[in-house]
C-alpha cells in the first residue's frame, strides 16, 4: 500500500483529513480568522482548532475545539511555556486524534497571531507525534494533508506593518525573548498564503489599493485575492468560494529551502504603482565590508529581498540573506555544489545540482548571487547600483581565484553569525524548535 502522505493533494484516494490552515495578525486580520473560522464550521463534519496563546509567558494556553453544534474549552498547563509546547504537545497530537475520527471531515486551524502558519506546516509535515493511543508513533502527514493556507490582512494596515521596523515585542504582543519584528510576521503570513482574505479599505483609495493588490501579486502572485470592505458580512460563501478558487499547482503548505526557485508562480516582473520585483544576479562574489555598507539600500522603500549570496571571503559557505521591511537576516544555507564530494553531491536535490549543471563555471562551480528584490517605494536603479558597487573588481576577483589565502585575511562583518547591534544576543530559533520562524530562514546577523 502507498504512504498516503506521498500521494498529492487533491487525489481522490488520499484519505487522510484535509486542514486548512488560518493566519492573520493581531488587530483587524485576527477578527478576519476568527469570521472565516465560524463561516466554515458551518459545514458538517468541520471542526475549528483555536490556541490562544494569550498567556503563555505563565505556562497556560487556552484551546477551543466546536462545530456548528457544540464547543469545547480547555485550559492547559505547560511546564515551558513555548510555541513549541503548544505545538508538539497538544496541536499536533490533536490533529491526529480528530483525524482518526469518523465525524471529522476537515479540520479548519485558527492560528494564533503567535503561530507562523509556515513552521505549523513543517511540523506537521516533519515533527514525530508520539503517544497518542491506537497509532504508531510519526509525523501528523500521515494523518492530515495541508488542504490550503488562508491569510487574512488588514487592508489598511498591512503594508505600513510590512515595511516597518518595530519588533512584535516592542509592540507588546510577544515575550521580550522573542526578537522577531512585525514586518517579518506580516510578510511570511501573506508569502506562504495560497489564498488571501483582504479586509477593510485599502488606505485612501484606488491608489493605495492599486499598490497593496501590487505587492500582493509579487509576494504571493499565485493566491487569488477577496477584497472584503466590511468583514462582518462575510460569510461561508464567501470564504468557501475564496478556497475553491486557489490553483491545483498552489504550495498548500510544503516548505522550500533555500536551494528552491526564487521566483515561484509568474509574478508580474512590470511595475504597477510604482511596485516592482526586481532580480539581481552576478557571477563574482561580494566583497563583504562594502556589502555590509551596502544592505541599507534593501531596508528603506523595499518589503523584501530574499536569496543566495557568495561572499568572497566564505567560498565553501551559501549564504542566505532575507529582509522584511527594515530588518534583514543573513545565515548560512549549506555549502556549494563546487565543494561537496561524489558521495555528498548525491544525497543532493536533483533539480538544484541540474540547475546548477545550465550555469556551471570552470573556475568557480554552481557559486554565484541569486536575489530577488520587492521594491515597493524605492529606487530599483540605486539599488542595482549599491548591489554592483558591493562586487569584487577585476583585480580582487583575480585573488579570489589565484589566492584565496588572502582573501580569507579581509575584514569579514558576517565572519561570525551574530545578532546586529553588535552585542551577542545568542543564535536565532529554529522554527521545528518554537514555531516562530520559516524553515528557509537560517538565523544570523540581523540589522
Not at 497509532?135 to 510590512?162: F, I, K, Y
Not at 489599493?209 to 504571493?220: C, D, E, I, M, Q
Amino acid at each position: 500500500m502507498s504512504d498516503p502522505a506521498l500521494l498529492s493533494h487533491g487525489e481522490p484516494h488520499d484519505r487522510r483529513t484535509p486542514v486548512v490552515v488560518l493566519a492573520g495578525f493581531a488587530g483587524l486580520a485576527e477578527d478576519g480568522v476568527d469570521r472565516a473560522a465560524e463561516a466554515l464550521r458551518e459545514a458538517p463534519g468541520t471542526v475549528v482548532v483555536r490556541h490562544d496563546l494569550s498567556q503563555l509567558s505563565e505556562g497556560i494556553v487556552h484551546r477551543t475545539t466546536s462545530t456548528a453544534t457544540n464547543e469545547n474549552s480547555a485550559v492547559l498547563e505547560l511546564a515551558h511555556g513555548c510555541v513549541s509546547c503548544t505545538l508538539r504537545m497538544d496541536l499536533l497530537p490533536l490533529l491526529c486524534t480528530l483525524a482518526a475520527r469518523e465525524s471529522v471531515d476537515r479540520i479548519v486551524l485558527a492560528l494564533d497571531p503567535a503561530f507562523e502558519a509556515e513552521a505549523v506546516c513543517h511540523a506537521i509535515e516533519h515533527v514525530v507525534v508520539a503517544g497518542v493511543v491506537g497509532r504508531l508513533d510519526g509525523p501528523a502527514r500521515r494523518d492530515v494533508r495541508v488542504h490550503a493556507v488562508l491569510t487574512s490582512l488588514d487592508a489598511a494596515e498591512w503594508l505600513t506593518d510590512a515595511t516597518g521596523e518595530e519588533t512584535l515585542a516592542e509592540r507588546g504582543l510577544v515575550h521580550a525573548e522573542d526578537d522577531r519584528t512585525v514586518a517579518q510576521l506580516a510578510v511570511g503570513q501573506v508569502e506562504f498564503a495560497d489564498a488571501v482574505l483582504a479586509l477593510g479599505a485599502a488606505g485612501d483609495g484606488v491608489a493605495d489599493r492599486g499598490r497593496l493588490g501590487a505587492v500582493l501579486a509579487r509576494l504571493t502572485p499565485d493566491a487569488p485575492v477577496a477584497w472584503v470592505e466590511q468583514p462582518g458580512a462575510l460569510g461561508a460563501g464567501e470564504v468557501e468560494a475564496l478556497l475553491a478558487r486557489i490553483p491545483a499547482h498552489a504550495r498548500r503548505g510544503r516548505v522550500f529551502d533555500a536551494h528552491s526557485p526564487l521566483l515561484r508562480g509568474q509574478p508580474p516582473l512590470t511595475s504597477d504603482f510604482g511596485v516592482v520585483l526586481m532580480e539581481f544576479a552576478a557571477g563574482r562574489p561580494f566583497h563583504p565590508e562594502r556589502l555590509h555598507e551596502a544592505l541599507d539600500v534593501l531596508l528603506d522603500g523595499v518589503v523584501t529581498a530574499r536569496g543566495r549570496v557568495w561572499l568572497a571571503t566564505q567560498p565553501d559557505e551559501v549564504v542566505w540573506l532575507e529582509s522584511a521591511g527594515g530588518g534583514l537576516r543573513v545565515g548560512s544555507a549549506g555549502r556549494w555544489l563546487a565543494q561537496m564530494t561524489e558521495a555528498e553531491l548525491a544525497l543532493q536535490d536533483q533539480d538544484r545540482v541540474a540547475l546548477a549543471g545550465l550555469r556551471w563555471d570552470e573556475r568557480f562551480g554552481d557559486r554565484d548571487i541569486s536575489l530577488v528584490i520587492l521594491v515597493h517605494d524605492g529606487d530599483p536603479a540605486e539599488i542595482r547600483e549599491a548591489l554592483h558597487w558591493a562586487l569584487v573588481e577585476d583585480d580582487e576577483l583575480r585573488m579570489v581565484e589565484r589566492q584565496p589565502e588572502l582573501v580569507a585575511r579581509w575584514n569579514d562583518p558576517f565572519g561570525e553569525w551574530h545578532e546586529d547591534p553588535c552585542a551577542d544576543s545568542g543564535d536565532s530559533e529554529h522554527p521545528v524548535e518554537d514555531a516562530a520562524g520559516a524553515p528557509n530562514n537560517p538565523g544570523g546577523e540581523a540589522k
